[in-house]
């Protein structure tokens, strides 16, 4: 876990849907969540979890990417993924898919109106491309 590599003390979970009823009761104060998350879990458990409440003034960034992962035997393959996510990424395609799923959450999180804690995510490879800021959603 990424936030346990960084010092956080973690309350490890074994099920995902137990973790909202020990948020609950308690158990630990805050349980993190992506801005794709957060919002549907919310209304789909705030009537039978009505002392959650999403946090309004803080977020935590960590770097989290999608990969594809395609099997060796395939070498043509990769290179047609790479080559047309290059495409659609130069084109701003990439960028308009991204924003038609998921512009409503990222306004809903009001992301300029909350401080944002960046952390490094120490489970990522040296080889992550931090240096293509193209890669990457930063909010404005």
Do not use: C
């Not at 979970?13 to 609950?24: A, D, I, R, V």
């Not at 977020?59 to 395939?74: E, H, N």
């Not at 047609?80 to 990439?94: A, F, N, V, Y």
């Amino acid at each position: 876990m990424a936030l346990k590599r960084l010092g956080y003390r973690i309350h490890d979970g074994t099920k995902y849907e137990p973790l909202f009823q020990m948020l609950s009761e308690q158990r630990f104060d805050y349980f993190p969540r992506g801005i794709n998350e957060i919002f549907g879990e919310f209304e789909t458990r705030k009537d039978e979890i009505t002392n959650m409440k999403i946090e309004e003034t803080l977020a935590l960034y960590l770097p989290l990417p999608t990969y594809f992962f395609v099997t060796p035997t395939r070498p043509d393959l990769a290179t047609r993924i790479k080559q047309g996510l290059l495409s659609i990424l130069e084109d701003g395609t990439m960028d308009q898919i991204f924003l038609e799923y998921h512009s409503d959450v990222i306004q809903k999180a009001r992301l300029k109106d909350r401080i944002i804690f960046k952390l490094p995510n120490l489970n990522l490879s040296d080889e992550t491309p931090f240096h293509r800021k193209d890669f990457w959603y930063h909010p404005e």
